[in-house]
């Protein structure tokens, strides 16, 4: 069982930033691919970004925030970060931590191919 716990949410304007954290507990060195997801009122969860340990922690990120967000993570801590500069106001959403054992490129954006969820964070942000 791995246990993931999120904080950093916030209300923010747009334009502003905000660093989510995850730390991660219990079996982590399994947690192969960690990555966030979100989900806003009415809508499906979606993927955020992910990175992978295995290759030098190489990160994918959505078309939507690419150039915005950066993950990041620090194995010492099984801690990962969302750092999310230039908010938008259709950047609100509820963001969940996740991960996997997985460590299959391919699959890294699909919401069932992920073992583990945190409760989620809220991050709005207003326009």
């Known amino acids: 069982q791995v246990q993931l716990v999120e904080s950093g949410g916030g209300l923010v304007q747009a334009g502003d930033s905000l660093r989510l954290s995850c730390a991660a507990s219990?079996?982590?060195?399994?947690?192969?691919?960690m990555g966030w997801f979100r989900q806003a009122p009415g809508k499906e969860r979606e993927f955020v970004a992910a990175?992978?340990?295995?290759?030098?922690?190489?990160?994918y990120y959505a078309d939507s925030v690419k150039g915005r967000f950066t993950i990041s993570r620090d194995n010492a801590k099984n801690t990962v970060y969302l750092q999310m500069n230039s908010l938008k106001p259709e950047d609100t959403a509820v963001y969940y931590c996740?991960?996997?054992?997985?460590?299959?490129?391919?699959?890294?954006?699909?919401?069932?191919?992920?073992?583990?969820w945190g409760q989620g964070t809220q991050v709005t942000v207003s326009s």
């Open positions: 996740t991960t996997r054992r997985s460590a299959t490129i391919a699959t890294i954006r699909r919401r069932d191919e992920y073992d583990y």
């Open positions: 990175t992978i340990s295995w290759n030098g922690g190489r990160t």
């Open positions: 219990g079996r982590t060195f399994s947690s192969y691919t």
